[in-house]
């Protein structure tokens, strides 16, 4: 059977969700193996080495670099508070002494003799880890972290702004085709991750910032719109580290395109359970899609399982969507995947699948079709 | 001795490129290519995967075998094997370093040219006078977490004080390195001699810290070898060590192993160093674009870092603007149903134009891409050698602040343009005519476009240390360079001046090669294409008073130039380019241009 490779988001209902939480440094977990964790539980924990006041004190005091030690009143490691005296001169007689005050409060690092200068490291910064999702520890990196295991549905995003976050699944539109408006959104949705259709306005996303909903699953947004989100023209997609209460997950792309079927459904039948979303987004070597996970409670762990995460490509009979125009956003099936390259309006010489979209045919280069993992 | 065969590979972010030279009649030639995708993440983590599945390819495809159990057989034995085998890499990012200077526009600006002429990303340039306070540096080094840090600053025997105060920031910083978390960060020290002692107090416990003679030993002289050669071991030696499975193929190689963009510069330069020719070089890729230049002797590279065609594309939109990326577009498009266009390629960056619009739309972004790159280039390729040269005190300190750019558009012999959507344009005509569009030359400049991208393995066979094989794979470097891998456009032919004052800015008497003579009046504003392979064509090029097309305003040129696979373009369209601010005009003069090029039939006049 003709077959091709190309990669495509996943729309998983039931599979084993394997989430790797690690430090930013070396530091202390404190999970245990085969422990049960709540998304919020922390897991590891470390502290980041204190931002760093550089003072030059053979400046501030006029003496010369080689002298700056014997004006220091403070010893490298010595401990000092904001406005504790650092260095002073002996001054004339005892008289017209000068000074230098700490402007922070930290440890004294180092005193240079070429430079004068004194380096005085403050507090070091802590830093914990949450366990993100609803799940078991699997595995322990030692001193950097946990892979937490979860069981349930897991949905890829194509593009997200916004980090982690979690809250109840409420789905509110009325079908996939529809719009997420302003007046759909109240307050009582406050800590809720909200299902939209086909499209949500720059206006019902400010609306859903300002009920603090925790996160906004939707089929399109504008790019132009984003500017005003971010503060910044987003020139390149690396996105997750933005300061937004309400994560966005776009499934589909720019503009106001529907929600795929799968995607739709799946979020329908999950209506009102607790989810794991973040909108962070790489797309360079190393791709981060934004995503959903919905953790199955033990309760209803009987669904049936996916068997494994296996990426089988594009075949015949594939559901495919098309990522590009004409047709965006359309879902198809593939009929054929000719071998011969074949040429395009664009003249563009490609390989192409011929898929099915609402009973017509149509040409479409290979790289402008994604498949829809199900299961 | 003769070479039989070489294989070389380029592992790039997303494709192994391999591809097979061999001895045939005489003469080096490309005869078999394979590529496969690149395996340094998850799941393979191995580079030499990707390797081997491109070395496959050409095994499969050429019928020699070249693989024996998951090695590349070397020397040739018989009709197996290889030779030599060779390879460059810009995987996992490439190289990304970080440089400091005492001086922003001295010791810094030579840091920075060293790092990006050995093939790096710059992602920092630090210096004492950069306007940044302490601990604004150290928040910096933190977060950019470079591959590894060029320190430089002070000439030798001069003061150390400011030198000493960078290697105290780097020290407070405690940079980490990008890769692993279990070695410690490389930094090369090339500033004041003096100051050596003090610079390994402050960093050798903390850093892999490596010496090496002063980029700028006195004012006047630059001195950047040693700091290349120095970033290139370092390469090898660290980077490479912990990107997934490059032990194993630095073992198969029989030259190291060289930065993708270091290999293609090193090309570059030694073809217009053999021509004594003025070469601009061009990579336009989905993040970034690579400008290379030759002026004067003197080489140039820089790396527009988010202007790209795929994964940067949005930046190119928003540092071009969308009326300068719409300027180029022969038709009415509503501006925030392109912007999301525009965004959906960004985010599926593997995707095709399947329609002309788009494609019309995808080369109009590319146009701002390289012209907004080689602004960049122009600003930084300032006079100021990338060899030692020796100039006097006041010529070194004119060098930024007032340096001239060394690129000069009417001394430019040679635009040679790679990148799919260069290389890869449905139509010749229309890679000729984005070159021309977004470089603007001027005078008499050949076009030609890299067919496949083969510049980086022919660079780095150019480059091959061994004595035993240097020359010969040198030899052949360039004869599959000139055979192989230069696709000739053909030659644009731009006169300057006031064009719209003459009747006619200039008349070109051809004669061509089976004795055919023809006359051409080009008239302002107008673009002529005359369909001629790549062969001599004589040319008289008469410009009319106040005209400039090489020789000086009104001067005459007899002279020989090539046609192409597009052939001569005489572009009457004047510098700088007015494609018009009235969109009904704009339309009409980019239809007009498409026309006389053959550039989009499909698109009706």
Redesign the interface.
């Known amino acids: 059977m003709a077959h091709s490779y190309t990669p495509g988001l996943k729309v998983l209902k039931n599979t084993k969700i394997l989430k790797e939480r690690r430090l930013p ?2 530091g202390s977990v404190s999970a245990s193996i085969g422990s049960e964790v709540r998304p919020d539980e922390i897991i590891a924990r470390t502290d980041l ?1 204190g ?4 003072v030059n004190v053979a400046n501030l005091l006029n003496v010369d ?1 080689s002298d700056v030690k014997q004006v220091m009143l403070m010893d490298t490691g010595s401990k000092i508070d904001k406005n504790d005296l650092l260095a002073e001169t002996k001054g004339l007689f005892g008289f017209f002494k000068s000074n230098v005050k700490s402007p922070v409060a930290g440890t004294i ?2 005193i ?1 003799d ?2 004068g ?1 004194v ?1 005085i ?1 403050e507090a070091p910064l802590p830093v914990e880890i949450d366990a993100y999702i609803q799940g078991s520890v699997d595995q322990i990196i030692e001193n950097e972290g946990v892979v937490i295991k979860s069981k349930g549905a897991f949905i890829q995003g ?2 997200g702004v916004g980090g982690e976050s979690r809250g109840k699944i409420k789905v509110l539109a009325s079908s996939r085709d529809s719009e997420l408006t302003a007046e759909m959104i109240t307050s009582d949705h406050e800590g809720m991750i909200l299902v939209g259709g086909n499209f949500i306005s720059l206006d019902a996303y400010k609306k859903a910032l300002a009920c603090n909903v925790a996160g906004v699953v939707v089929g399109g947004f ?3 719109d984003l500017e005003e989100v971010l503060g910044y ?5 690396i996105t997750g580290s933005e300061d937004l209460v309400t994560s966005l997950v776009v499934t589909e ?3 106001k395109i529907q929600m795929g079927q799968q995607t739709y459904d799946l979020l329908s039948e999950s209506n009102g359970r607790l989810a794991s979303i973040n909108g962070a ?1 790489q ?4 791709v981060i899609r934004p995503e959903i996970i919905i953790p199955i409670s033990d309760a209803s762990k009987n669904g049936n399982e996916n068997k494994a995460e296996k990426t089988t490509g594009m075949t015949d009979g594939s559901t495919v969507r098309v ?4 047709n ?1 956003g359309k879902i198809g099936i593939v009929k054929e995947l000719p071998a011969e390259l074949r040429k ?7 390989r192409v699948a011929i898929i099915d979209i609402d009973g017509k045919q149509f040409e ?2 290979r ?2 079709l ?1 498949v829809v993992e199900i299961d | 001795m003769k070479l039989r065969s070489i294989l070389a590979t380029d592992c790039g ?2 494709t192994t490129k391999a591809i097979l030279i061999e001895y045939v009649d005489g003469e080096y030639r490309l005869t078999y290519r394979g590529e496969a995708p690149t395996t ?2 998850a799941p393979f983590e191995d580079v030499t995967r990707g390797v081997l599945n491109a070395a496959m390819e050409v095994e499969e495809l050429s019928g020699r075998k070249i693989l024996d159990d998951d090695s590349i057989i070397t020397p040739q034995k018989g009709d197996s094997g290889v030779d030599i085998y060779i390879s460059t890499s810009s ?3 490439g190289l990304q370093m970080m440089v400091a200077g005492v001086v922003k526009s001295m010791s810094g600006e030579s840091a920075e040219r060293a790092a990006l002429g050995a093939g790096s990303i710059v992602m920092d340039v630090l210096a004492s006078n950069d306007g940044r306070k ?2 604004e540096k ?2 910096r080094i933190r977060q950019l977490r470079p591959d590894m840090i060029l320190l430089s600053g002070g000439v030798d025997g001069g003061t ?2 400011h030198v ?2 960078l290697a ?2 780097l ?4 940079p ?1 390195p990008r890769l692993g ?1 279990d070695y410690k960060l490389p930094v090369i020290y090339a500033g004041n001699n003096k100051a050596t002692s ?1 610079i390994e107090k ?1 960093l050798s416990d903390l850093t892999d810290l490596d010496v090496t003679e002063n980029i700028r030993p006195v004012l006047e002289k630059e001195n950047l070898k040693p700091s290349r050669d120095k970033i290139h071991d370092l390469f090898m030696e660290h980077v490479m060590q912990q990107a997934p499975g490059y032990k194993k193929l630095m073992s198969w190689t029989d030259a190291p192993i060289m930065p993708t963009p270091g290999a293609v510069g090193a090309l570059i330069e030694m073809v217009a160093k053999k021509e004594n020719i003025s070469v601009v070089g061009v990579d336009i890729g989905g ?1 970034t674009t690579d400008i290379f230049s030759v002026f004067q002797e003197q080489f140039n590279r820089t790396v527009s870092a ?1 202007l790209g065609m795929s ?2 594309i ?6 071009a603007s969308l009326s300068n990326v719409l300027r180029w577009v022969p038709f009415d498009i509503d501006e ?2 392109l ?18 619009e ?2 019309v739309i995808e080369q109009a972004i590319a146009r701002e891409a390289l012209r907004l790159s080689f602004v960049q280039h122009k600003a930084f390729a300032v006079n100021l050698k990338g060899v030692q040269k020796e100039r006097t005190i006041s010529d070194a300190f004119e060098q930024s602040d007032s340096g001239q750019s060394l690129v000069d558009m009417m001394e430019l012999d040679l635009i040679v343009g790679s990148g799919g959507v260069l290389s ?1 344009a ?2 010749r005509e229309q890679s000729a005519k984005m070159l021309i569009d977004s470089f603007l030359p001027e005078g008499i400049t050949s076009l030609a476009v890299d067919s496949i991208f083969m510049m980086p393995q022919l660079g780095v066979m150019a480059n091959i240390d061994k004595k035993s094989i240097a020359e010969e794979a040198r030899v052949a470097a360039l004869e599959v360079f000139e055979k192989d891998c230069l696709i000739r456009l053909g030659t644009c032919i731009a006169p300057v001046g006031s064009m719209s004052k003459s009747e006619v800015p200039l008349k070109i008497n051809l004669e061509f090669k089976n004795g055919e003579k023809k006359s051409i009046n080009l008239q302002s504003g107008e673009l002529i294409r005359v369909e001629v392979g790549y062969e001599e064509v004589k040319a008289e090029l008469i410009p009319a008073k106040g005209i400039n097309v090489g020789a000086g305003k009104g001067e005459k040129i007899d002279t020989i130039i090539f046609g192409g696979q597009v052939g001569l373009i005489f572009d009457g369209r004047g510098r700088p380019l007015d494609v018009g601010s009235d969109p009904s005009v704009r339309i009409s003069n980019l239809k007009k241009w498409a026309s006389a090029l053959n550039e989009y039939p ?1 698109l009706k006049e």
């Open positions: 440094l070396k080495p931002n760093v006041q550089m670099a690092e180092s240079s070429v430079t200068q380096v490291r194509i593009f504008n790019y132009y023209t987003l020139g390149v997609a792309g720019y503009g987004t797309i360079r070597a190393g990522i590009r125009s004409p965006f395009m309006e664009s003249e563009t010489m490609v479409v280069p790289s402008n994604e | 972010s997303t340094v993440e995987a996992g990012g302490p601990h150290i928040t150390t004080k000493v105060e105290e920031i020290a407070a910083a405690n980490q978390q003090d402050t993040a988010n994964y940067s949005c930046n190119v939109l928003a540092e925030k149903e912007t999301n266009r525009i965004g959906n390629k960004m985010i599926r960056p593997t995707t095709v134009p399947q329609s002309l788009e494609l890869h449905p139509r499909e």
